[in-house]
């Protein structure tokens, strides 16, 4: 009976040092994956302004005249509709920015 509990409790430690071990090495990914994008020299996002869709690319405007699909599947439209891969979508609003992770942003873009 002894031996059964030690057994048990030694699967059930290694289950949790396991799981314990994929999280960390999930956040370490996820950092990397970051940190490569920030450093990739992709300044790219979309700008919403007076109705029309412009593009910014390492500080160079131009207007968008066709709807783009981002990397991530992300769409941005030419009327200013972004849908997101899971369907969701929403309506920039004057101003408004998009970077080339489908996140939109207010205000002014920060260069990285």
Known sequence: MKIMKFFSLLMVAGAL???????????TT??????????SGSHQ????????????NKGTMAPVTS????????????TGKVTWKDGKSQMLENGEMVDGNGKIHKG????K
Do not use: C
């Open 30 to 39: 996820h950092h990397k994956m970051h940190h490569e994008y920030s450093n």
């Open 67 to 78: 709807d783009v699909t981002l990397s991530n599947g992300t769409m941005v439209s030419t």
């Open 45 to 56: 996002w979309y700008t919403f302004k007076d109705g029309s869709l412009m593009m910014n």
């Open 17 to 27: 040092s396991f799981s314990a071990s994929a999280q960390s090495m999930s956040d």
């Open 108 to 111: 002014k873009m920060e260069k």
